[in-house]
């Protein structure tokens, strides 16, 4: 992931939401987006794949959608939201479900 894509999902989620994902404070987040060193390989996945859902979303609505869909609850999870199913390690369910989204629009 460049630090570009890794700034756009920090700009489209926010600050705290990126943080509790990948379980880092925002100091540390901030430490990554600014080094040239990239995430540490266990982030860099987990960040990697809530980036392309973030991205398959936008494609088809808007920024403000694709974060209301990661964050909110989803019937498809038993109401647990995306995000937190991301940060359980269950990206393809995820992204099965944000294609599902995407095909229907």
């Keep these: 992931m460049s630090a570009a894509q890794f700034q756009e999902l ?3 989620l926010g600050r705290s939401a ?3 994902i990948l ?8 430490k990554w987006a600014s080094a040239d060193t990239g995430l540490p390989e266990k982030e860099h ?3 990697q794949a809530t980036h392309r859902v973030y991205s398959l979303i936008k494609s088809v609505d808007d920024s403000d959608v694709a ?5 909110g609850q989803n ?5 647990a ?6 940060a359980q390690g ?5 992204l099965a479900a944000a294609r599902a989204y995407a095909n229907q629009m």
């Design 10 to 12: 920090i700009d489209g």
């Design 18 to 20: 990126v943080s509790e």
């Design 23 to 30: 379980g880092a404070d925002v100091e540390t987040l901030e």
């Design 45 to 47: 996945a987990c960040t």
């Design 67 to 71: 974060r209301t869909w990661l964050l």
């Design 75 to 79: 019937p498809d999870f038993q109401d």
């Design 81 to 86: 939201s995306p995000f937190e199913v991301l």
């Design 90 to 94: 269950r990206s393809r369910e995820v």
